[in-house]
Structures are given as C-alpha cells and as structure tokens.
C-alpha cells in the first residue's frame, strides 16, 4: 500500500505472463544489454527470452470513494481469441479482500479502455449468467470504447472470437444500468480526473490522481515495458493505431517530465511504476523505490 496525501493505493495482481519479444517490431538483444539493469530480473525473464507482463488492478481509497482502475482478465471467461486469458481460474476476489476491500466496498469501477486484460472482472458467472461483479458501483467507461466495441455497431465486421469480451464483459454492466460513458476528460471526485491517450485503443483514457501537492497517474497501455521510456517511437503489437499510440506517448512522457508525475503503467513489473524525465536526446526512467502490493 502507498500513501499519497489523504489517498490509499494498492495494487492488487492477478497473474505475470511471459510476453515474446515480437510485443515489438524494433526490438533487438541489444536494447537489454544497455537497459540491463532496469530490465533484469523484474522486467525480463533471460532464461525465457520474454518480457514479464503483470497483469493487475489498482484499488484506491480516497476520503469520499473506494475505486478500482480496471479489473485484468477474470474468470471462466471463454476467451478463443486470446487464449492467456481463457477459462482463468484465480483467487483475485481474495486478494482484493486481503487489500482491504470486498466488492460490496467498490463505489466506482474505472476501465481505461476495454482490452481483454482491462475488464474481465467487471463481471462473474452465477447460475450461467453473467453479473456485476461490485454491486454497488457505478463502471465508467469511454464512450468511444463501448462504440468501438459493440458488435451491433463499430465491431460488426470483426471476427466473433472478439466479441466475448464485449458481451461477457461490459454488455451486462450497461444492460444492469450501471455504466456511466465519459469522454476522457471528466473530473471524476476532487482527487481523480481523465486524460484522453488514444492509439492504443481509440478511446483509452489514463486516470489521474492530485492530492497532497503530489500527482500519481495510472497510464493504463500507454506504454507495456519500461524500454518504451528510452524509445518511444515503439508502440506494442496490441497497438490498434501505432502512429497515434506514438504520438499520444510522446505528449506524455512530456507532461509527465514537466509535472514530476508518478506514473503506473498498466503492465509494469516490479516496482510497477516511476518517474519519468527529460535526458539529452530523450527520456529517462526512475523506478519506484518500494511495492505497493498488500502488506
């Protein structure tokens, strides 16, 4: 857990996936070399040759909300498109319990963006249906998302592996009437507004937290690994639109060099997050000094 001003954190894991070095078209041995230190053994696994991918929630209490910023792959979820994901049997409800929270506690639930990793528990099976998994939150989701993904509209021509996500996922929450579709750029409570960072996905929006004089921002996909710090003309394989993914990057890594943000990426591994700031010809990267998994 992390104490920013009058703000609880706590990051809470669901599982660390081996991702392959095809995550980038430009990547080569020799990047790992100079970023050796920062990589290894968090960050990359050398026996493996592969990335280390966490795939995590992030709670946070403030005085008025409990709120939870996206809900990784969750389980019994069919998942033929992407077969990490499909049929996850993990205790992730008990680990959010042991963070200090219970769905009932959850007052708002915040999806970055509606990737697979991002929204399987907004949901869970009961008696074959598919139900909100927090109760009595309200989901805020991108607008620009839920258009982009619905099968009936901006998803109609897309294979129907893809579409489970939609329909397990998010379609329940807004039939049950408890979806709020923002824009990117709302002020959600006096600590925590929306920076629109499109590319990644159309409407992905990071999440930003002001309190105490300090400024945390959880950047969801803008970035998957640390080395994208040092090139951010990389944008993932997952990327639906490389070239804004690049931009979007790029006009953050700037705004966070100005604002002295700390920053957590959706994917990071340990610490999970950091500082990012200019250098000659760049940026460079500052690793949190400590975890925030529960004590």
Same mark, same amino acid.
């Given at each position: 857990?992390?104490? &920013?001003?009058?703000?609880? &954190?706590?990051?809470?894991?669901?599982?660390?996936?081996?991702?392959?070095?095809?995550?980038?078209?430009?990547?080569?041995?020799?990047?790992?070399?100079?970023?050796?230190?920062?990589? /290894?053994?968090? $960050?990359?696994?050398?026996?493996?040759?592969?990335?280390?991918?966490? /795939?995590?929630?992030?709670?946070?209490?403030?005085?008025?909300?409990?709120?939870?910023?996206? %809900? $990784?792959?969750?389980?019994?979820?069919? #998942?033929?498109?992407? =077969?990490?994901?499909?049929?996850?049997?993990?205790?992730?409800?008990?680990?959010?319990?042991?963070? *200090?929270?219970?769905?009932?506690?959850?007052?708002?639930?915040? $999806? %970055?963006?509606?990737?697979?990793?991002?929204?399987?528990?907004?949901?869970?099976?009961?008696?074959?249906?598919?139900?909100?998994?927090?109760?009595?939150?309200?989901?805020?989701? =991108?607008? /620009?998302?839920?258009?982009?993904?619905? =099968?009936?509209?901006?998803?109609?021509?897309?294979?129907?592996? %893809?579409?489970?996500?939609?329909?397990?996922?998010?379609? =329940?929450?807004?039939?049950?009437?408890?979806?709020?579709?923002?824009?990117? %750029?709302?002020?959600?409570?006096?600590?925590?507004?929306?920076?629109?960072?499109?590319?990644?996905?159309?409407?992905?929006?990071?999440?930003?937290?002001?309190?105490?004089?300090?400024?945390?921002?959880?950047?969801?996909?803008?970035?998957?690994?640390?080395?994208?710090?040092?090139?951010?003309?990389?944008?993932?394989?997952? $990327?639906?639109?490389?070239?804004?993914?690049?931009?979007?990057?790029?006009?953050?890594?700037?705004?966070?060099?100005?604002?002295?943000?700390?920053?957590? +990426?959706?994917?990071?591994?340990?610490?999970?997050?950091?500082? &990012?700031? #200019? #250098?000659?010809?760049?940026?460079?990267?500052? +690793?949190? *000094?400590?975890? /925030?998994?529960?004590?």
């Amino acid at each position: 857990m992390l104490s &920013i001003g009058n703000v609880e &954190i706590t990051r809470i894991e669901e599982v660390v996936l081996n991702e392959p070095t095809t995550l980038f078209a430009d990547w080569n041995d020799s990047v790992l070399e100079q970023h050796r230190d920062l990589m /290894i053994p968090h $960050c990359f696994d050398v026996k493996a040759h592969t990335f280390y991918a966490s /795939i995590h929630s992030y709670l946070i209490k403030t005085p008025g909300q409990t709120i939870l910023i996206d %809900t $990784c792959g969750g389980n019994d979820k069919p #998942r033929p498109a992407s =077969p990490r994901f499909h049929m996850l049997n993990i205790p992730w409800l008990d680990r959010l319990k042991a963070a *200090g929270a219970t769905p009932e506690d959850i007052d708002t639930v915040i $999806c %970055t963006h509606l990737h697979v990793d991002h929204v399987g528990w907004n949901t869970r099976l009961v008696d074959g249906q598919w139900v909100p998994t927090f109760p009595k939150a309200k989901y805020v989701f =991108p607008r /620009i998302e839920v258009e982009w993904r619905d =099968p009936k509209h901006g998803a109609a021509d897309k294979p129907p592996a %893809t579409h489970h996500v939609f329909l397990d996922s998010v379609l =329940p929450i807004i039939e049950a009437r408890k979806a709020q579709l923002v824009e990117g %750029t709302e002020r959600w409570t006096d600590e925590i507004d929306f920076m629109p960072t499109p590319g990644h996905a159309p409407g992905q929006m990071a999440v930003r937290l002001r309190t105490g004089g300090e400024e945390v921002v959880f950047t969801a996909d803008v970035m998957h690994q640390p080395v994208q710090v040092f090139n951010p003309t990389w944008s993932s394989k997952y $990327c639906e639109d490389p070239v804004l993914a690049t931009a979007t990057r790029k006009r953050m890594f700037d705004y966070f060099a100005d604002n002295k943000s700390l920053v957590f +990426p959706a994917h990071f591994g340990f610490p999970h997050g950091g500082y &990012i700031s #200019r #250098r000659s010809g760049g940026y460079d990267f500052k +690793p949190l *000094g400590r975890d /925030i998994n529960p004590a």
